[in-house]
């Protein structure tokens, strides 16, 4: 394993300061996993992961989510390359499977105005499922004023922009192992 952990991270021109760490981020993922576990243990659910962001947080979950399941992805595109977001929603990619009655679980990286994820949940009851849950890594309680109903959160977070663990600044930080948040100073 590595032991280089950085505190600071400079992206694109911009200094981050850590915010949270990989054991953090390993000790929440695991609850929220052995939660749906629970919660879903009969239901053979369909996770949905929305791309990009979601794909870390999303197969570390699953890890931790031991019943019979499936997943699979949609890609959205809302924040381009500029640390706030654009206000519209664009889809690039649908899912493949057919979730007619299905219990579905959806997963996201953040919440941030809530704009995507209300978007996402009706785009997804067109399709009829059975349920449809929601699942974030992270959640910006105060910039949010869609109405979006949010069933399993790891963290609530100040409005600042954030990197790391799958989440972005410009499509660099992904692979980040920790999460990141822009150092205002
Ligand atoms: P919303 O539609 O809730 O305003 O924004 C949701 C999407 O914007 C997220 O799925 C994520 O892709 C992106 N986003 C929002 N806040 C942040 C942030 O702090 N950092 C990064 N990297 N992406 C963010
Ligand atoms: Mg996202
Ligand atoms: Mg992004």
Redesign the pocket.
């Known amino acids: 394993m590595s032991q280089y952990k950085p505190q600071t991270i400079q992206c694109n021109g911009e200094t981050f300061r850590i915010y949270l760490t990989d054991n953090k981020i390993e000790e929440r993922v695991c609850e929220l996993g052995e939660e749906i576990a629970q919660e879903y243990k009969d239901r053979h659910p369909i996770f949905i992961g929305?791309l990009?962001?979601?794909y870390i947080f999303l197969s570390d979950l699953m890890r931790y989510v031991e019943i019979s399941c499936e997943v699979d992805f949609l890609k959205?595109s809302?924040?381009g390359d500029e640390?706030v977001?654009s206000?519209q929603?664009t889809d690039l990619k649908d899912i493949d499977a057919n979730i007619e009655g299905r219990h579905v679980i959806l997963v996201?990286?953040?919440?941030?105005?809530?704009?995507?994820?209300?978007?996402l949940v009706e785009k997804l009851q067109k399709k009829k499922p059975a349920s449809i849950a929601t699942v974030t890594l992270?959640h910006?309680t105060e910039?949010?004023h869609?109405d979006v109903q949010l069933d399993y959160v790891g963290f609530e977070i100040p409005t600042?922009?954030?990197?790391g663990y799958g989440?972005?600044?410009a499509q660099e930080?992904r692979n980040l192992a920790q999460i990141y948040i822009?150092d205002e100073d």
Request: hydrophobic share 45%; aromatic share 10%.
């Open positions: 929305v990009n962001g979601a959205l809302s924040y640390k977001s206000g929603v996201e990286d953040i919440v941030d105005t809530g704009l995507s994820m209300k978007y992270l910006k910039a949010t869609h600042l922009f954030v990197l989440l972005d600044y930080g822009l």
